[in-house]
């Protein structure tokens, strides 16, 4: 516990949580949508089952470092070298793709709502939430390792993230449920993400910054839109 008296491990941890709650958004986000498929008495549930799940994958993960380094030591050359960690991003890339894409298909043909809030059951949703937190667990992890020297520290990191993600998990997914149009910015930010796995995946790196400004940017006309759309049509002159 020396790392409690050192200020630069307090600026580490300090850093490192902005990182982890900015990086848990995606999944914040994912779980929401998921979770909306339930009927409402199972949706908080789910919610927090999928944080929980994510926050102890991350601890295990964190617990695992010298696999986790691993993975980046190259499996196989098909034209480029590919890593364990090469595979993970381009499988859950792939899978954010379909499923955001399926999304996006079920709400703009509609009249889908009903038939799939009948067949969506609780293990269904849960079991989708693992392997999408496998994902984002991974790049968590790994910028954890980058970032932090002391494990002590990124576990601490990414214990406080998971909470503050719980927490405002609730009002994330209400505030989605209410508003389709922001629904469908949310499914356009898994497919933007994605994307930025499937080209981590190749070596491709997309630097995070650009796509995090973009969904800012994103958001923040969205949000004049919403305030345009309350105060009603302005009048024809």
């Known amino acids: 516990m020396d790392w409690i008296s050192d200020p630069q491990a307090w600026i580490a941890l300090l850093t490192l949580t902005v990182l982890e709650i900015v990086l848990g958004v995606d999944n914040v986000i994912f779980i929401s949508i998921l979770s909306s498929k339930l009927p409402e008495t199972q949706r908080g549930r789910a919610r927090t089952l999928g944080l929980a799940l994510a926050l102890i994958g991350r601890v295990v993960l964190l617990l695992s470092l010298s696999w986790v380094i691993g993975l980046k030591d190259p499996l196989f050359t098909l034209g480029e070298e590919f890593s364990g960690r090469d595979l993970i991003m381009l499988g ?28 969506a059951s609780f293990a269904s949703v849960i079991a989708q939430i693992l392997v999408l937190d496998l994902v984002f667990s991974l790049d968590s992890v ?12 990124m576990i601490t990191a990414v214990v406080i993230a998971v909470l503050f993600m719980m927490v405002s998990a609730g009002a994330i997914s209400t505030f989605i449920h209410r508003h389709p149009t922001v629904k469908m910015l949310a499914l356009a930010f898994l497919l933007l993400v994605g994307v930025a796995l499937i080209a981590d995946g190749f070596e491709q790196h997309i630097p995070r910054g650009y796509v995090y400004f973009a969904m800012a940017f994103s958001v923040f006309v969205e949000m004049l839109n919403l305030r345009v759309s309350r105060r009603g049509t302005p009048p024809a002159h």
Do not use: N, Q, Y
Request: hydrophobic share 40%.
């Open 142 to 153: 790994i910028t954890a390792v980058g970032m932090a020297d002391d494990v002590p520290v």
């Open 92 to 119: 859950g890339g792939l899978f954010l793709l379909a499923k955001a894409t399926h999304e996006i298909h079920g709400s703009m043909e509609g009249g889908g709502g009903e038939r799939e809030l009948r067949s």
